[in-house]
């Protein structure tokens, strides 16, 4: 089946535009034209899962050119290839620990309200807090 630029672009929740970008950025090797408009196959959709992986993974678009230089080259650029994907990955787990730190931050806040809600007022949550500065996460009281 055939795709225009427009399905695909709503299909990976991106803009017509950014598909174009990564296009002239020779990020879509494989995408045939016909009379000058890109044409998009069932065949393409495992490159563009990846592509939008890799881009939605913060991956710089120079990272990705790479890798996708290398994969039209084939076989012979396997190590290279699956070193990127290992760099990457470790880039993955990085951003995972650094959006975990966050959550919390963020679920001391969500208790915050919820307590202030209850008792109608912040003044008995803020009476608790320390008064020196600091950019520690804040915790959860535990329960006495």
């Known amino acids: 089946?055939?795709?225009?630029?427009?399905q695909v672009a709503d299909m990976m929740g991106v803009t017509t535009s950014t598909l174009r970008?990564?296009?002239?950025e020779g990020l879509l090797p494989d995408v045939e034209r016909k009379n000058g408009i890109r044409v998009f196959e069932d065949k393409d959709f495992k490159w563009l899962r990846v592509l939008n992986c890799l881009k939605n993974t913060n991956m710089p678009i120079k990272k990705i050119k790479e890798y996708c230089d290398?994969?039209?080259k084939g076989d012979s650029t396997l190590n290279e290839r699956y070193n990127l994907i290992l760099e990457q990955k470790e880039n993955i787990l990085s951003q995972i620990k650094q959006l975990e730190y966050?959550?919390?931050?963020?679920?001391?806040k969500e208790w915050y309200y919820k307590q202030a809600i209850k008792e109608g007022t912040e003044k008995n949550i803020i009476a608790n807090m320390p008064d020196t500065?600091?950019?520690e996460i804040d915790k959860i009281p535990r329960k006495k």
């Open 1 to 6: 089946m055939s795709y225009s630029i427009k």
């Open 21 to 24: 970008y990564y296009d002239q």
């Open 70 to 72: 290398l994969a039209q």
């Open 102 to 108: 966050y959550l919390k931050e963020v679920e001391y």
């Open 133 to 135: 500065a600091t950019l």
